[in-house]
């Protein structure tokens, strides 16, 4: 049912249904800069018993074509659109890093689209240091692997680590490049704390990318939110420690 109007719209996903349940709350997950729905499989898959799971391909990324989109407020927009068209009833928004950027712009726009919010490794501000903007566009493998280095806990699995890479890679320099720049153009300091959406907060104890400080300041700004920071993991916190985010997810969703 749904992902087959996914499919309609040309939009690239990941999924854990294969039935879709009509009385299971569902979990729409979006990917941060250079990623794609891949990033969330151990959400997608090991959740699927919860809810009705499903990560999605930003625009020119994985699966899902029209390159033409490189902002926050217009990855906001499709995905607003998507929700309204695809999804009956409202369902529960989760994004990392960008996209918990675009959750937030979404959800400020269209709340009435969205059951409650999941932050994952994010903030109300993306600033994003000028020596990475500039290397993703003059130095870009090496830049990569630096940076790829940060996301990850220092003793995460040397084979995480190297499929991060390898992943980001394949993205191709434009495009990790454009992301991370509208990461540094992204602020809603301003306006974070008109959301009224249920929304959980969740960031790796060890994250060097989006520090647990700007976790603590967007619990302050969201009134109705619930923060939890998460041992063993750095900024890649749903692939790191994949076992407790799951857990939080389930009991924010199915309390």
């Given at each position: 049912?749904?992902?087959?109007?996914?499919?309609?719209?040309?939009?690239?996903f990941e999924?854990?249904?294969?039935?879709?349940?009509?009385?299971?709350?569902?979990?729409?997950?979006?990917?941060?800069?250079?990623?794609?729905?891949?990033?969330?499989?151990?959400?997608?898959?090991?959740?699927?018993?919860?809810?009705?799971?499903?990560?999605l391909?930003?625009?020119?990324?994985?699966?899902?074509?029209?390159?033409?989109?490189?902002?926050?407020?217009?990855?906001?927009?499709w995905?607003?659109?998507?929700?309204?068209?695809?999804?009956?009833?409202?369902?529960?928004?989760?994004?990392?890093?960008?996209?918990?950027?675009?959750?937030?712009?979404?959800?400020?726009?269209?709340?009435?689209?969205?059951?409650?919010?999941?932050?994952?490794?994010?903030?109300?501000?993306?600033?994003?240091?000028?020596?990475?903007?500039?290397?993703?566009?003059?130095?870009?493998?090496?830049?990569i692997?630096?940076?790829?280095?940060?996301?990850?806990?220092?003793?995460?699995?040397?084979?995480?680590?190297?499929?991060?890479?390898?992943?980001?890679?394949?993205?191709?320099?434009?495009?990790?490049h454009?992301?991370?720049?509208?990461?540094?153009?992204?602020?809603?300091?301003?306006?974070?704390?008109?959301?009224?959406?249920?929304?959980?907060?969740?960031?790796?104890?060890?994250?060097?990318?989006?520090?647990?400080?700007?976790?603590?300041?967007?619990?302050?700004?969201?009134?109705?939110?619930?923060?939890?920071?998460?041992?063993?993991?750095?900024?890649?916190?749903?692939i790191?420690?994949?076992?407790?985010l799951?857990?939080?997810?389930?009991?924010?969703?199915?309390?």
């Open positions: 049912m749904i992902a087959g109007k996914l499919r309609k719209l040309n939009i690239g999924t854990g249904t294969q039935a879709f349940r009509e009385d299971d709350p569902s979990l729409v997950m979006i990917h941060g800069a250079g990623g794609s729905s891949v990033a969330w499989k151990a959400q997608t898959y090991l959740l699927r018993n919860q809810c009705n799971t499903f990560a391909d930003l625009p020119g990324h994985g699966k899902t074509g029209d390159k033409d989109k490189s902002e926050i407020g217009e990855y906001a927009q995905l607003t659109q998507i929700l309204g068209e695809v999804f009956d009833e409202p369902p529960y928004l989760m994004g990392h890093s960008m996209g918990g950027a675009i959750v937030q712009t979404a959800t400020l726009s269209n709340p009435e689209l969205v059951k409650g919010i999941i932050l994952v490794g994010t903030g109300p501000r993306l600033q994003v240091a000028p020596m990475f903007l500039d290397g993703l566009k003059n130095d870009f493998e090496n830049v692997e630096n940076l790829l280095g940060y996301a990850y806990a220092p003793d995460a699995e040397k084979a995480l680590v190297r499929e991060g890479i390898k992943l980001m890679k394949q993205a191709g320099g434009p495009l990790v454009a992301d991370f720049s509208a990461c540094n153009r992204f602020d809603l300091r301003g306006e974070v704390d008109k959301i009224n959406t249920p929304c959980l907060i969740l960031c790796g104890e060890q994250d060097k990318l989006t520090p647990p400080a700007l976790s603590i300041k967007l619990n302050k700004l969201i009134k109705n939110s619930l923060l939890k920071l998460l041992p063993s993991a750095g900024h890649m916190v749903m790191e420690n994949h076992t407790l799951n857990e939080y997810v389930t009991e924010f969703i199915l309390p």
